[in-house]
């Protein structure tokens, strides 16, 4: 497609030609004083995004690998892991699978985890580390990270949070919230290609890790730490990637990150706002999936009549020539998603919600 402003699939997101070109610049050593330059310009553009005076990690993989990261190099003990969607239950099967004593809360998708619940369980006993999923991206629920911290450190417990969907499109303060461990993939909210993972963790979390038996190697964030401060990576990273990086930071300094937030919300909601007018239209229950006071400023997820399907309306936008997400995990039919994020804009996003109207109408009078 040849027009910017037709993906909307809720990641990976559309990317700005300016930043693709940048990855054709040349190779060059990853230890050196150029790579170190290119470096330090990256990490100038993303402080800001993660609102951290801390360094930011840059990781050559998908955010799960920062996923697995973070449970790997947290203190010994068991993890207490918030699950309310198909990324949260990921991230609890990441702690199973590294072989951590883990307990699952929540287990309700409509909702974000009540703290009430997080609470009860912190009070049995302690654990090493809560996981959360900022914003989850199968049901576009957004989890207030704040007063979860605040609890978390009441009970000396570290508090790890995905963000993928939320850096960069969606208000993080990693030091005032005073969060563990944050990540994020380049290929959401950040509007990079796929490829990278970002994170940033606090001198408590580091310092603990060095506790950790089990951290590996290749995600070992001791390790990632020594480097970053040489404005180098432990392992040899995908350079291009880099590149379009540093530009991409650039892009988001000049716009500013409250900018990018409020611009975020403006397209969020028009979505919400959009589906309460098709449901007024059609008569049918239509309705945003995530409750009103606990939604994503980046991806909407839209539940359906019982009559439609998910797939079928994502094929018929598709033919419109705008791409959107079809639902996730068990909500596959029953929902599809728009994710309203990146470099996109109100005036592109009025275009593919309207495509996706009239793919609607068509459906609905068959």
Not at 117 to 131: C, D, F, G, M, N
Not at 190 to 212: H, M
Not at 233 to 242: G, M
Not at 326 to 354: E, N, V, W
Request: glycine share 8%.
């Amino acid at each position: 497609m040849s027009d910017f402003g037709t993906f909307f699939l809720p990641g990976p997101t559309e990317v700005r030609r300016d930043v693709l070109e940048a990855m054709l610049a040349p190779m060059l050593p990853h230890r050196g004083a150029i790579f170190e330059a290119l470096f330090a310009r990256i990490q100038d553009g993303l402080r800001p995004v993660f609102r951290t005076t801390r360094p930011v990690y840059v990781s050559s993989s998908s955010a799960t690998g920062l996923m697995e990261a973070a449970i790997r190099c947290a203190a010994p003990g068991p993890i207490l892991c918030m699950v309310n969607g198909a990324f949260s239950e990921r991230f609890a099967n990441i702690a199973l699978a590294c072989g951590r004593e883990t307990r699952v809360v929540g287990g309700d998708w409509h909702q974000a985890v009540p703290l009430d619940v997080v609470e009860s369980a912190l009070r049995e006993r302690r654990y090493a580390a809560i996981t959360v999923v900022h914003s989850e991206t199968s049901t576009g629920t957004l989890t207030s990270l704040p007063e979860l911290a605040a609890l978390a450190h009441q009970y000396d417990t570290a508090v790890l949070v995905d963000s993928v969907t939320g850096v960069g499109g969606v208000p993080v303060e990693t030091d005032a919230w005073d969060l563990d461990f944050v990540l994020t993939g380049s290929q959401k909210a950040l509007a990079l290609p796929p490829g990278l993972a970002f994170g940033v963790a606090s001198q408590r979390y580091i310092d603990q890790a060095s506790q950790a038996t089990a951290r590996g190697l290749y995600f070992d964030m001791v390790e990632f730490e020594e480097f970053v401060h040489k404005n180098q990576t432990p392992s040899t990273p995908a350079i291009s990637l880099l590149y379009a990086t540093a530009v991409q930071g650039e892009h988001i300094a000049r716009e500013t990150i409250e900018a990018r937030w409020a611009r975020h919300t403006t397209m969020a909601e028009m979505t919400h706002a959009w589906v309460r007018s098709l449901r007024e239209e059609t008569g049918e229950p239509f309705c945003v999936y995530a409750p009103d006071h606990a939604r994503s400023g980046t991806v909407t997820a839209i539940a359906l009549p019982a009559t439609l399907k998910g797939d079928d309306i994502v094929k018929g936008v598709a033919r419109r020539g705008f791409v959107i997400g079809g639902g996730y995990g068990k909500l596959k039919s029953s929902t599809f998603r728009i994710g309203h994020m990146g470099d996109h804009t109100p005036d592109r996003l009025a275009l593919c919600l309207d495509a996706t109207a009239d793919t609607i109408r068509e459906l609905l009078a068959k």
